[in-house]
């Protein structure tokens, strides 16, 4: 919990606050130039205006901050996903994005790294990065995974217990026989050998990846592709779900015309049931619960207890980041801060960590230096140099443009 009179650092609002002292800075330099060259000289004007410039240009600059890069789906074919718009990105575009962060001299660590720099108050290099992929895709194994170790960079990838599909021997070579055998998820046997790997660690995304109604409002039918709201049922019982797209059928739930309920994730919102919210002891309950059940079923699998736990939807809540430390791990994700690891700001704790999720065709399509320049934009942006949020801003406006809204409750990490 955040120690009190500390909020917790939201990297949106302190950029704000310095894109305005920004701006005032460079119309100070504008007003100030055009009185002096007026007023004095055209030279004098000038100086006014650089001023202002290097004064604004200062104010942008504020490296130190190690971004977290999350992906989701590495595939070739990834439409057996129904947000795979969002989530999926093509294997040359992870290989691009990796040669870009080598060529412009990042250096990525180890989440652990970070975590164990943040909690010293030590330094990482000055240009550090972290991957994390989120929900142990089958083609991960095949696909992300051999371009990592070519590019010798660590990552993180984390699982939901419920999502480990059946199976205990590892799926080599299944990359060369088509789309069919990319889908799903990787099994306890191809999770053992990564987290034997010393590249990758596996650790925790909970148990079901869950959404829940949180109120009885509707927010419109369900529509024709029922299986973007597959999320909805992953909470009514436990079990195996890795192959809950072969449904051939929706259920009942999720019939077209169905009401669509407002939801939010299972570790964060509070289940509406009864025509009432639950209690915030029965919510800390249920999360305990799950939270203890992910780190043992989880550790069960790999031989050790999992030490991170990164949050379905990247969505907590005060509670369950008390329930997850309880549950034994080490950190959480769902930060918003900056995740500076020698300057350390109040209120931004050292064991919760600020995620940048990245897509493919981030320009809305194109050629792979698109997707270059747009990781670029990304990262720097999340490490503090706050010039490069104008490319990354274009970026995501071009891409709703010609692609549309990102949005459907699924489509989240």
């Known amino acids: 919990m955040t120690p009190a009179g500390d909020p917790p650092v939201d990297r949106r609002v302190l950029r704000r606050r310095v894109f305005r002292r920004a701006g005032a800075a460079l119309a100070g330099g504008i007003v100030a130039g055009a009185l002096a060259a007026l007023l004095v000289a055209p030279l004098a004007g000038l100086l006014c205006l650089a001023v202002g410039l290097a004064l604004a240009a ?18 070739p074919d990834a439409r057996w996903l129904p947000w795979a718009r969002n989530t999926s990105v093509r294997p040359e575009v992870l290989d691009i994005h990796l040669r870009t962060l080598r060529r412009d001299g990042w250096t990525i660590v180890p989440t652990e790294d970070l975590i164990a720099a943040r909690t010293a108050g030590a330094p990482l290099p000055p240009r550090a990065v972290v991957l994390q992929f989120d929900d142990a895709y089958l083609d991960n194994y095949l696909f992300a995974v051999p371009i990592l170790r070519d590019h010798a960079a660590p990552a993180t990838i984390f699982v939901s217990v419920d999502f480990v599909a059946p199976g205990d021997i590892a799926r080599d070579g299944a990359d060369r026989c088509g789309p069919s055998a990319w889908q799903g998820y990787m099994n306890a046997a191809e999770l053992r050998a990564l987290d034997a790997d010393p590249l990758f660690a596996i650790e925790a995304h909970g148990t079901d990846h869950a959404r829940i109604p949180v109120s009885a409002r509707s927010i419109g039918p369900v529509g024709r592709d029922w299986k973007v709201h597959a999320p909805l049922l992953w909470a009514a019982e436990q079990g195996d779900k890795s192959g809950w797209y072969r449904a051939p059928a929706p259920p009942p739930a999720l019939t077209p015309d169905a009401p669509l309920p407002e939801t939010d994730s299972a570790l964060a919102g509070r289940w509406w049931r009864d025509d009432g919210p639950e209690t915030d002891q029965a919510f800390r309950t249920r999360v305990a ?48 801060g900056e995740n500076r690891a020698d300057d350390v700001r109040p209120g931004d704790r050292p064991v919760i960590l600020s995620r940048v999720h990245l897509q493919d065709r981030a320009f809305g399509g194109g050629p792979l230096w698109l997707e270059a320049l747009a990781l670029r934009a990304r990262v720097n942006t999340a490490a503090g140099r706050l010039a490069w949020h104008i490319p990354a801003a274009l970026a995501t406006l071009i891409r709703r443009w010609r692609l549309g809204p990102s949005g459907t409750p699924g489509a989240a990490s």
């Open 58 to 75: 200062r104010f942008l600059h504020n490296p130190g901050g190690v971004p977290i890069l999350v992906y989701h789906s590495v595939s």
């Open 289 to 336: 619960a799950m939270l203890g059940r992910a780190h043992r079923d989880l550790g069960a699998i790999l031989g050790r207890p999992p030490r991170i736990m990164a949050w379905p939807f990247d969505r907590s809540d005060p509670l369950s980041v008390a329930a997850a430390h309880e549950a034994g791990f080490l950190a959480v994700t769902g930060g918003r």
